[in-house]
């Protein structure tokens, strides 16, 4: 029986228009010219952050990241960033019992700002605050922690075949694949989805009936 279910973010949770629009101002370039990259080397497996890499060859992300903080155009969610599956899903969840743990690879920034959102949820974490990144089996570990259950008792869910799928199957973890987004389209049927994924979903809120069957 599943006793928690741990989400990733980007993609999964909040939709990542605002995120690489606010790059897109920031690098002075056409957002549809960010959008375009980021699909490119998305199809290509690469990191999305090569986006930016191929714009300002020799960007250092973490620098200009810190800038953008300086300068008041930092990041920044709000209700508008979830996609509206997010808390009727995450709520009927938590009304069925099971633990909600949302644990991302994200900044520590990041995680104020969804633990401002109040979700549903039992805990938030990123990444950043972890100091440890999928698909490090260290953040799967202690996304397990956090979940306060047995690996085999707790779902991962995901849009990324590679960072959520895959290592989260590999480190004893049930895994739910998310078609949504870039790359939970464009990989749906790639063999680590196929091969990995517990089960596969079009929307978050076909989760409650699926887990407690």
Same mark, same amino acid.
């Given at each position: ?9 980007? #993609?999964?949770?909040? +939709? ?12 002075? !370039?056409?957002?549809?010219t960010? &959008? &375009? ?5 998305? &199809? ?5 952050a090569? /986006?930016?890499? $191929? ?8 620098a %200009?990241?810190?800038?953008? %903080?300086a300068?008041?155009h ?7 960033? $979830? ?8 709520? #009927?969840?938590?009304? +069925?019992?099971?633990? !909600? !743990? ?6 520590? +920034?990041?995680?104020?700002? $969804?633990?401002?959102?109040? $979700? ?18 260290e ?20 849009? *990324? ?6 290592? /989260?199957? /590999? ?6 694949h ?6 939970? *389209?464009?990989? /749906? ?5 196929? %091969? *990995? ?17």
């Amino acid at each position: 029986m599943i006793r928690t279910v741990i989400f990733d973010v980007g #993609e999964t949770l909040t +939709r990542d228009d605002r995120y690489w629009a606010a790059w897109a101002d920031w690098l002075d !370039v056409p957002r549809h010219t960010v &959008a &375009a990259l980021v699909g490119a080397v998305v &199809a290509q497996g690469r990191d999305n952050a090569d /986006a930016l890499r $191929l714009l300002r060859p020799g960007i250092d992300i973490a620098a %200009e990241y810190a800038a953008r %903080e300086a300068a008041g155009h930092g990041e920044y969610l709000d209700e508008s960033d $979830l996609y509206p599956d997010v808390r009727p899903a995450l709520a #009927e969840l938590r009304n +069925r019992g099971l633990r !909600v !743990v949302i644990a991302g690879n994200q900044t520590a +920034r990041a995680g104020e700002l $969804l633990r401002a959102l109040d $979700l549903p949820a039992d805990l938030i974490a990123t990444s950043g605050e972890w100091g440890v990144a999928k698909p490090d089996r260290e953040f799967f570990r202690r996304a397990v922690e956090a979940g306060q259950a047995a690996p085999e008792k707790t779902v991962y869910v995901g849009d *990324h075949p590679a960072n959520d799928v895959a290592p /989260a199957a /590999a480190a004893g973890l049930r895994t739910a694949h998310l078609r949504r987004g870039p790359w939970g *389209h464009l990989w /749906a049927d790639s063999p680590d989805v196929v %091969e *990995h994924a517990d089960w596969r979903i079009t929307a978050l809120t076909e989760l409650p009936t699926l887990l407690t069957q």
